[in-house]
């Protein structure tokens, strides 16, 4: 079984490295309609690492405007109704992760937030204290492409922007053309 090491105590030597039990919970994003690979994957490694599992879906319609320093007013850049248009996609997120997770046997949850996607996760995960977030690709339809265009990768920005590990779930991977090989 795999021991911590013990610090030495030793002048100048602070910075080295002691391994810690990850106690913090899985962050995962999720969108409507996204294969079950991501969640499932965020789940094997909640259970792994015997924490909880945060699912995450993130409203791109709506955001926070800082009004004052101590108030987040949540703004809508939708059309009048969204409101009940984001519930109904919670509930039914909701619905499909309970599908998904029902008997995993795992402690999860879902939390509908707003804004960009990548700070959205990143706000949430500094919030949670996260181990880790887990996003999938984009699915080669025209409309994620379209998404990927006008907000990018939330993967790579999350990459660039997180302290914390981020697990990319591949969705969608292009198969490799094997030559055949000639007998």
Known sequence: MNEPAKKAG??????????????????????????PAVVQNAARLAYSLNVKLICAYVDITSYLSNERDDQDLLQS????????????????????????????????????????????????????DASVIVVGTREGRVGARLEQLLLGSVAV?????????????????????????EA
């Not at 030793?10 to 294969?35: K, N």
């Not at 499909?96 to 706000?123: F, M, N, Y």
């Open 77 to 128: 850049a939708a059309p009048e109704g969204t409101v009940d248009d984001v519930e109904q996609t919670s509930a039914q997120l909701r619905q499909h992760l309970q599908g998904v997770l029902g008997k995993a046997g795992i402690r999860w949850s879902l939390l509908t937030l707003v804004g960009e996607p990548a700070r959205a996760l990143a706000r949430l995960a500094d919030s949670a």
């Open 10 to 35: 030793l002048p100048g030597r602070e910075s080295e490295f002691v391994p810690r039990r990850i106690t913090g919970p899985v962050v995962a994003g999720v969108v409507p309609g996204q294969p």
């Open 157 to 181: 920005h999350l990459t660039h922007r997180q302290t914390r590990p981020v697990v990319v779930v591949p969705l969608a991977p292009e198969k490799r053309h094997r030559p055949k090989e």
